[in-house]
């Protein structure tokens, strides 16, 4: 398709365990960014790439959390040894570069029992 | 940080009726973005306005970047503007106002 695809769409797991949220962005778009929408905190800027590179990780709320990104296109967010705290939506972006238009994900909802 | 502040929080509107949303925000910003949340929690591009005044069918969206404001405006509204409409301001990442809830009533 020609959207931002997200998967996947729902994730409950227990806590304690490890999840891994996958993000294919648009082709070409060099920029790849993550956001979390959780209650009482809206919509929060996680991580951002240009290409394979991560200048800016301020968003990431512990060592728990980590990303990649590989050939310039799929990224991966990784939450270890999840608390409930985690749970949100999360959701990811991408920009032919990043001063243009950023474009969103249908999100994963994350679910911590 | 920017701050982004929107107002009002809450819209309840009549279908057919005409709103103004506003989303002020605290430093000078390379660009800007509004989005429409839908009730499936899809997050829609609805205009990039650095500045100057956009229109896309009965929405529109005028950007003064000089006085740090923005607003969305929305006309002849129907059901299916309901949701929640997000103003965000970005050099590089994108920093997002707390939203206006929009409920068009038939």
């Known amino acids: 398709g020609a959207g931002v695809s997200q998967s996947p769409s729902n994730k409950v797991t227990e806590k304690g365990k490890d999840v891994e949220l996958r993000c294919d962005p648009i082709?070409?778009?060099?920029?790849l960014y993550w956001y979390r929408q959780s209650l009482g905190q809206g919509l929060e800027f996680l991580i951002y790439?240009?290409?394979?590179?991560?200048?800016?990780k301020s968003g990431l709320p512990s060592d728990r959390f980590s990303a990649e990104r590989t050939g310039g296109s799929v990224s991966t967010l990784t939450i270890q040894r999840t608390q409930q705290e985690d749970s949100a939506v999360y959701l990811c972006?991408?920009?032919?570069?990043?001063?243009?238009?950023?474009?969103f994900g249908d999100g994963t909802r994350l679910s911590i029992l | 940080g920017i701050q982004v502040e929107q107002s009002p929080p809450d819209l309840i509107l009549q279908e057919g009726a005409n709103s103004t949303l506003r989303c002020n925000f605290s430093?000078?910003?390379?660009?800007l973005q509004w989005f429409h949340q839908n009730p499936w929690g899809q997050l829609i591009n609805l205009f990039y306005?650095?500045?100057g005044t956009k229109q896309n069918g009965r929405l529109s969206a005028t950007t003064v970047a000089t006085e740090r404001y923005s607003l969305l405006y929305i006309s002849s509204s129907q059901t299916t503007d309901s949701g929640v409409y997000f103003c965000?301001?970005?050099?590089?990442?994108?920093?997002f106002g707390a939203g206006t809830t929009v409920t068009v009533r038939a």
């Open positions: 430093d000078s910003v390379n660009n």
């Open positions: 965000a301001v970005f050099d590089y990442k994108l920093s």
């Open positions: 790439f240009q290409g394979n590179s991560a200048p800016d």
């Open positions: 082709s070409g778009h060099t920029a």
């Open positions: 306005i650095p500045s």
């Open positions: 972006a991408s920009s032919v570069d990043n001063n243009q238009p950023q474009h």
